[in-house]
Structures are given as C-alpha cells and as structure tokens.
C-alpha cells in the first residue's frame, strides 16, 4: 500500500486547543491527527459561523449513490470536501480486520478520518479528492463492501442489534435487514424517488432505533398475546427483593394484579408496552410475534418534525424472504414514488393527503390502531358497529 499523503499543516487554533483541555477523549486531539483542514473548525468558532458551504450529491459512471460534496465558504483553506457513505453490516457489527482495512482505505486515499456512523448509520470516509472517488469505491468492493445511501433513494436501514446482543429482541432485527438489501438494493444504489425514504428496524416496542420519530417507514417487533409469567422465577425474584407489587401499579392500563402471592396479566387489557418486562426478568413477552409498520416520521420538511403513524398494526414474519412485509414496503415505496410531489418528504406527503387516503392507495384495509391519538372531544362518539364505518352520534 502506497504511504498516507502527507499531512496538512495547521495554522494557530486557539479555540480548537481550547478543546482538548480535560480527561475526556477530545474530538480535536483527533482531528489533528489527521488531514482535515482544522482551521475551517477554528474559523467556525471564531466567527460563530459555520465556514462550510451547501452539500449535495453527486454521481460517477457506475457509482449512482455513496457520493457527498461539501462546498467550502473558505476556498483559500479548502475548497470542499468529498465523502463516500459505507453501506455497514446489519447492526454495525464489523471485525476488527474488516474495519482496519477501511482505516487503510481512509489513511491512503482521504483525509484518514472516518466518521462512524453518520445519524443515518453509515460509515463516512472524508475528504476524497474528486479523481480518486471511483478507486475507493474499487477498494471498499475488493473488501466485500459497497457504497450508497445518499440521494433520493431507500437510504441505508438503521436496526438495532436485536436477538445478537440483547434479551428484549422480538425478532431478527439483522435478518430482516438482510432480505431487506437482497430485495431493495437497486432502489439504494440509484436514486428514483422525489425525495429519500428511511427505514428503522427496533426489535421491540423499546425502539432504540428511534425508528417513531426518525424513519419513513418503521419497522418495530411486536407481540399480540399477554407477557408471558415464570411462577418459579419470579418468586425468586421478589425473595431477592423486588418490588412486583410497584412494578404491577405502575402498568399503564392497570392489566397487572398481584395479590401478593400471584401475579395475573389481562390479556386484552395488555398494550404490550415491554414496561413489566424490562422491570422484571420473569416476565417475558409473548410468542406471537410480528411486526408493526409506521409511516412518515422525520424531523426536518415542510411540515416540521412528525411522529410515525402505525399502517399495519402486525404483520406476520415469513424467512428468509420476507415475502408479505417487503410486499408491503414496495407498495408503500410505489405509492410515494408516483404520487409524492417533487422533494416531498414521505411523512409530508402523508400529512398532506391522510391517512385514509394513503391506505387507499397502499391498499391496507383502516384499523383503529391508525388512530394519531384519542378523541378529545368526549360527546362525539361512533354507533355500535365500531370505530370503522360506524354512524355518527353526536
Ligand atoms: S429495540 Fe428492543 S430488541 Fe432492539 S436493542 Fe432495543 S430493547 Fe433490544
Ligand atoms: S406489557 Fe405493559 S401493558 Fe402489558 S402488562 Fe406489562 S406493563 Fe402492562
């Protein structure tokens, strides 16, 4: 392997120095090792401003998507910076040998900074000079890797690291996002939508993924029968000293009762809100399991930050294809795709037409679960028949 470019040198940074004071790791210390142009940070801080310029993306023959562009407002430090968006293993999981050849990567052709991860879960390698883009993409293939996510495509999945490190996991949350990149990856690697669509795998109602208020389309495990109670386990438990009775009030539909001796949940009572069982190892959730898909979350857009709307309440899991769940998403992504405007959002777009109108169109039969939240008003209330299709009384 050819040696790093030489490293670039730094004028005075008085306030970037001002940041490696502490025991803490400094952020600074770090970038000083590298050859990222420092004095755009110094300058930012000196001038309250940020010195980099618009972003966009850009498309080489045969790479569609991986590419970002930052322009600089400061030409006579940098004149911008390109980087490469890594697609990573599901779940982030990487070998040491595996990461260590993208440092190479990063130390031979780029600033020999990687940004792990970008908020949308890629590996980002900085400041690429725009002749050498194509070569790192042709090393992070010969590595088993590839690039994507920018643009207005499915951009890379975020999932959480489900049955592989944690106790609460429902379902594959890794699997998932597997089939997920066999079926979908044309539509990651070549932007077709009218704006990018972002899709979070939680494998439980916990949703460390943050996949309700940060993803186009959620995908969060669920259960639909009652947790699950180990007698024996948990009168250990509470011999041990804890607290179920607390445990029991605290419930947010009161289906818990203990009469100090025994614990019973009410099944249809349950909301599966996972709170007794991250509180209690002796219970656990349930066996029926699948997954529930949420639309049109995001932070940014026209309309400003919108929580997810549940679309289908369960949808039953069928490995290693998928079949029905990513039959749905590709309905969904038609639907956006043809009836969205221009740089619309998917969560604008659903905000703009409805949720009645966009299961129409998705072809997903209206459920009470696609209530945003309870009525307020308590005199209106539906005819006996239910929520659905009911007449009105006033
Ligand atoms: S979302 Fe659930 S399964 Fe996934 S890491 Fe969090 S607690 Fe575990
Ligand atoms: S999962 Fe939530 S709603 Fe269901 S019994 Fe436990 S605390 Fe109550």
Same mark, same amino acid.
């Given at each position: 392997?050819? *040696? ?62 991986? $590419? ?28 040491? *040998? ?26 980002? @390698? +900085? ?6 883009? +194509? %070569? ?22 975020? &999932? ?23 079926? $979908? +990856? ?53 011999? %041990?000293?804890?607290?179920? *009775? ?21 099944? &249809? ?85 409805? @949720? ?8 997903? %039969? ?6 945003? %939240? ?5 005199? $209106? ?11 009105? &009384?006033?």
């Amino acid at each position: 392997m050819e *040696a790093p470019r030489p490293a670039e040198t730094h004028g005075p940074t008085p306030l970037c120095d001002e940041l490696e004071r502490g025991p803490w790791p400094s952020h600074v210390t770090e970038l000083k090792k590298t050859r990222y142009h420092l004095q755009m940070y110094e300058e930012s801080l000196s001038r309250r401003q940020t010195q980099w310029g618009f972003g966009g993306y850009v498309s080489l023959p045969g790479v569609a998507a991986g $590419f970002a562009i930052r322009a600089s407002a400061r030409p006579e430090i940098t004149k911008g910076a390109n980087f490469v968006r890594v697609l990573p293993p599901a779940g982030n999981f990487y070998s040491a *040998a595996m990461l260590s050849k993208v440092c190479d990567i990063a130390d031979r052709y780029a600033y020999g900074l990687l940004h792990l991860h970008s908020t949308g879960g890629n590996i980002e @390698i +900085l400041g690429i000079p725009t002749e050498q883009l +194509l %070569e790192v993409v042709s090393a992070l293939n010969a590595q088993g890797l590839d690039v994507g996510s920018t643009g207005d495509a499915y951009r890379n999945t975020v &999932e959480c690291v489900g049955p592989a490190r944690c106790d609460a996991a429902l379902i594959d949350t890794l699997g998932i996002r597997d089939a997920w990149f066999r079926r $979908f +990856l044309d539509d990651v690697q070549f932007p077709r939508f009218p704006h990018k669509l972002k899709v979070k795998i939680s494998g439980c109602p916990n949703d460390c993924t943050r996949a309700v208020q940060k993803s186009c389309i959620a995908l969060i495990g669920v259960f639909r029968d009652a947790p699950k109670i180990n007698g024996e386990q948990l009168a250990v438990w509470v011999g %041990e000293g804890g607290d179920i *009775a607390h445990v029991a009030s605290m419930c947010p539909p009161r289906a818990m009762e203990w009469d100090g001796g025994r614990l019973t949940i009410d099944a &249809e009572a349950c909301t599966h809100c996972m709170y007794c069982i991250n509180k209690c190892p002796a219970i656990r959730p349930g066996d029926d399991r699948g997954v529930a898909v949420l639309v049109g979350s995001k932070l940014r857009g026209k309309y400003g930050p919108l929580l997810g709307r549940v679309l289908v309440p369960f949808v039953p899991l069928t490995p290693p294809a998928y079949t029905e769940l990513f039959d749905l998403l590709h309905r969904i992504d038609e639907v956006f795709d043809e009836h969205a405007r221009r740089k619309e959002r998917l969560g604008d777009f659903l905000f703009r037409i409805g @949720i009645d109108e966009f299961s129409r169109l998705v072809g997903v %039969e209206p459920s009470p679960h696609q209530m945003a %939240e309870p009525r307020s008003n308590v005199f $209106f209330h539906w005819a006996a028949g239910g929520p659905v299709g009911g007449e009105k &009384e006033v």
